[in-house]
């Protein structure tokens, strides 16, 4: 079965850089069309897409974070990972990681991992 | 991006009702819309997929339908585990964006 977890520290300081690690097992990221992704939930509020890299290692992140995340792959290890630059406390929020299938879909997610901001 | 609004932001509902939530697009999506069912603390459910392909193991009182820029989620004979946010997000278009969601909540 398809698993995803999500670890990194769970608190950072103003302008540092935050790095998370996504684990998965029960597929593999070098099959077509496959796709893993960071997103993020404020506490509250809605769900965002950071960034997300696909199995030829097409990769998007979001232009509204100002070239500020870099999503990265190691197939070998089954893992894909985020880097967050300058973190400002309005980056506190759940981080998760989901699997994106083909047909655009996530059906798989990690459970999330808590992020706090703050000096 | 695309813009997604989806309304009302919040419903009041019983056991056994019926309740619809609507997303709309900012331009056309076709049928890329997927919803997503969530419960405080936990990660997102996938409830729909293509805009009305509903997932395995989701209860078939969850119907989704529309395409292009205007969708529904209809939720019949509410259970008491239906009370959560209800996402729609657009799946074709990165950053993928989300609906600012629908709270449902027990009247």
């Known amino acids: 079965q398809i698993t995803l977890k999500e670890s990194g520290p769970t608190l950072v300081k103003p302008t540092q850089t935050l790095t998370l690690t996504c684990s998965f097992s029960?597929?593999?990221?070098?099959?077509?069309?496959?796709?893993v992704g960071w997103l993020r939930q404020p506490p509250g509020k809605a769900l965002e897409w950071l960034a997300v890299i696909f199995w030829d290692d097409d990769r998007y992140d979001n232009p509204y974070l100002e070239s500020r995340v870099t999503i990265t792959k190691d197939t070998s290890k089954n893992q894909v990972v985020l880097t967050m630059t300058n973190m400002d406390p309005v980056d506190t929020g759940t981080y998760f990681c989901?699997?994106?299938?083909?047909?655009?879909?996530?059906?798989?997610w990690g459970q999330g991992i808590e992020v706090t901001v703050s000096s | 991006d695309i813009h997604m609004i989806q309304s009302p932001s919040s419903v009041s509902a019983s056991v056994g009702d019926t309740v619809t939530i609507t997303c709309r697009a900012g331009r056309s999506i076709s049928t890329w819309l997927v919803w997503y069912q969530q419960k405080p603390g936990k990660a997102p459910k996938l409830l729909i997929s293509g805009a009305s392909n509903l997932q395995s193991g989701v209860p078939s009182r969850f119907r989704g339908s529309g395409s292009g820029t205007h969708f529904t989620l209809t939720i019949s004979s509410l259970q008491p585990e239906d009370f959560a946010v209800y996402y729609c997000q657009e799946a074709n278009n990165f950053p993928y964006s989300f609906g600012q969601g629908t709270i449902v909540e027990i009247k």
């Open positions: 029960g597929f593999s990221l070098t099959t077509r069309g496959l796709g």
């Open positions: 989901a699997h994106r299938d083909s047909g655009g879909w996530s059906a798989f």
